[in-house]
Nanobody, 121 residues
Framework: QVQLVESGGGLVQAGGSLRVSCAAS????????IGWFRQAPGKEREFVAG?????YYADSVKGRFTISRDVAKNTVYLQMNSLKPDDTAVYYC?????????????????WGQGTQVTVSS
């Protein structure tokens, strides 16, 4: 079993930056594919970024967001730059054992509770 806890969300002005974190409780992320997803009110949960041996990004965030691992801290980060109001959502991290179908939320086994990111204009 893997427990995931997101942190680092908050309120930021458009054009600003935030870094959200996904920390594993008692486990390392090294063997898992980790995905960041987000969900805005009334919308479907959507893929944002993922990391395995490679990194993956939704077209909407490519060039603005960077996903990375700190293995020693059992933590995955999502650095979000040039934020815009459309990025406003609850951001969730998720983990899965197999490095396939990285963009599909239905394939993930473990989920955190989410952290709110609000981007004001």
């Amino acid at each position: 079993q893997v427990q995931l806890v997101e942190s680092g969300g908050g309120l930021v002005q458009a054009g600003g930056s935030l870094r959200v974190s996904c920390a594993a409780s008692g486990r390392t992320f090294s063997r898992y594919a980790i995905g960041w997803f987000r969900q805005a009110p009334g919308k479907e949960r959507e893929f944002v970024a993922g990391i395995t041996g490679s990194t993956y990004y939704a077209d909407s965030v490519k060039g603005r967001f960077t996903i990375s691992r700190d293995v020693a801290k059992n933590t995955v980060y999502l650095q979000m730059n040039s934020l815009k109001p459309d990025d406003t959502a609850v951001y969730y991290c998720a983990a899965k054992e197999f490095w396939v179908r990285i963009t599909d939320p239905n394939r993930y086994d473990y989920w955190g509770q989410g952290t709110q990111v609000t981007v004001s204009s």
